[in-house]
């Protein structure tokens, strides 16, 4: 069974830094696209970043410039760095991926990981 596993996030005052890591790990999963949305109270889930396997990757307007999403593929592991941070940066993050295993097509979600940064 193929699980996603987030870590790295806490709080942060406004203008500083940090980073998130996701894994994902079990059934021989080979994941394809990986990337993060948000979730802030009273707001919609929202695509952040996407990264695929050949290293394209896509981001939100309201992050451009700001964060990047850089992928060990060997590792099933995606990154956000997110720099100069904004309070409306503030949400759970959650980790997705897309991909294969030997039983077919898979996508998962992670369970999440706070953020919140400080003005």
């Known amino acids: 069974q193929v699980q996603v596993v987030e870590s790295g996030g806490g709080l942060v005052q406004a203008g500083g830094s940090l980073t998130l890591s996701c894994t994902a790990t079990?059934?021989?999963?080979?994941?394809?696209?990986m990337g993060w949305f948000r979730q802030a109270p009273g707001k919609q889930r929202e695509s952040v970043a996407l990264?695929?396997?050949?290293?394209?990757?896509t981001y939100a307007d309201s992050v451009k410039g700001r964060f990047t999403i850089p992928r060990d593929t060997a590792r099933n592991t995606v990154y956000l760095h997110m720099n100069s941070l904004k309070p409306e940066d503030t949400a759970t993050y959650y980790c997705?991926?897309?991909?294969?295993?030997?039983?077919?097509?898979?996508?998962?979600w992670g369970q999440g990981t706070q953020v919140t940064v400080s003005s």
């Open positions: 079990g059934g021989n999963f080979n994941a394809v696209i």
């Open positions: 990264g695929n396997s050949g290293g394209t990757a």
């Open positions: 997705w991926t897309k991909g294969f295993t030997t039983e077919g097509p898979r996508d998962v």
